[in-house]
């Protein structure tokens, strides 16, 4: 399984892999029933998850609903810590993840619009460097695993921070190296076989180290470092997160 994950990811093109992925998962979710972990996301308990990544780690995705641990972070954050789920917001979400687009979609409260350059998920067509929206239009902004991708991520933050109403929040995670004191990126690097040496992935153009917050703070934000996984203790090997992962949420100044 990891072998063919692996093929999956570096082989496959990702509007490709959406679209299997809703086939894939309708036959493996039975094989891994039990009650070993959880993905607070659908729900649903597992014997063991996917493997998932270039690396294959080990209880990634969720069989069912497709979340990785990143997803299960945030949606842990959302219900503990916002009010997505009762209050009256206007959000716009940037390359929707799979596993949320439905269930948001589903919220009465929540006027939703996403946005992709090239997803098929997407409602309207739209480059992040130039989102096609008034300033101060959205109560919230989603923007995960984006910003690695994006040639300026300074003017693609910016772009987030206009949109957002004073007192919005954004979510915007990124993979990070925890070993990095300075985000690593080098435009002159083109080869994706080079780049994903370099930057973890064919299409990365990135690879973000401690000083993350800080050039979202540069882009206008006030950053929130949430240790959501922290406060989980123990619990967060039964919802098969991973240990010590920061949520970086940006919030418009009023």
Request: proline content about 6%.
């Amino acid at each position: 399984m990891k072998q063919f994950m692996r093929f999956l990811m570096r082989r496959i093109p990702r509007p490709i892999l959406l679209r299997l992925s809703y086939i894939f998962r309708f036959f493996i979710v039975r094989f891994y029933k039990g009650n070993q972990l959880e993905c607070p996301v659908c729900e649903t308990q597992f014997r063991k998850m996917l493997p998932y990544g270039i690396n294959s780690r080990e209880n990634a995705m969720c069989p069912k609903c497709l979340s990785l641990e990143r997803h299960r972070l945030i949606w842990l954050y959302l219900q503990n810590k916002t009010n997505i789920f009762t209050g009256k917001n206007k959000m716009l979400h940037i390359a929707p993840e799979q596993c949320f687009l439905g269930r948001f979609k589903k919220l009465e409260k929540l006027d939703y619009t996403t946005g992709d350059l090239f997803s098929p998920l997407a409602d309207v067509k739209m480059d992040v460097h130039d989102i096609p929206f008034d300033d101060n239009t959205f109560d919230i902004v989603f923007c995960n695993h984006v910003l690695e991708h994006v040639t300026d991520d300074h003017k693609a933050m910016s772009e987030i921070c206009r949109v957002l109403k004073p007192g919005g929040w954004a979510m915007l995670q990124s993979p990070k190296d925890p070993k990095l004191k300075v985000t690593k990126e080098d435009p002159s690097i083109t080869d994706p076989w080079e780049r994903e040496r370099e930057f973890g992935q064919k299409d990365h153009v990135r690879m973000y180290g401690d000083d993350y917050a800080a050039r979202m703070a540069k882009a206008g934000f006030k950053v929130i470092e949430d240790q959501t996984v922290f406060e989980l203790g123990e619990k967060y090997k039964y919802y098969s997160l991973l240990p010590g992962e920061i949520l970086y949420v940006g919030v418009k100044p009023n």
